[in-house]
């Protein structure tokens, strides 16, 4: 899911910005800007993008019965 070809361009993980804060990146061509802006002259680096966190299991609601063949 990191490395998937049709990411969303924003400049929060463009390769030429640097994050200021949560919401603004300082970009070498337009200044500060908000992170979900982004131009013509994006590159997506992937190490800059965090994955939304997976799912937590809840095992409150599990029984032996769903276990069992």
């Known amino acids: ?3 998937r070809k049709d990411i969303a361009p924003r400049c ?3 390769a030429q910005g640097s994050a200021i804060s949560d919401r603004e990146v300082a970009c070498p061509r337009k ?7 982004h131009c013509r ?10 994955p939304p966190r997976p799912v937590k299991l809840e095992t409150s609601r599990l029984k032996a019965e769903d276990f069992e063949l």
């Open 1 to 3: 899911m990191l490395f």
């Open 12 to 14: 929060i993980y463009c």
């Open 31 to 37: 200044g500060v800007v908000a992170g979900d802006y």
């Open 41 to 50: 002259r994006f590159r997506y680096d992937p190490l800059k993008r965090v």
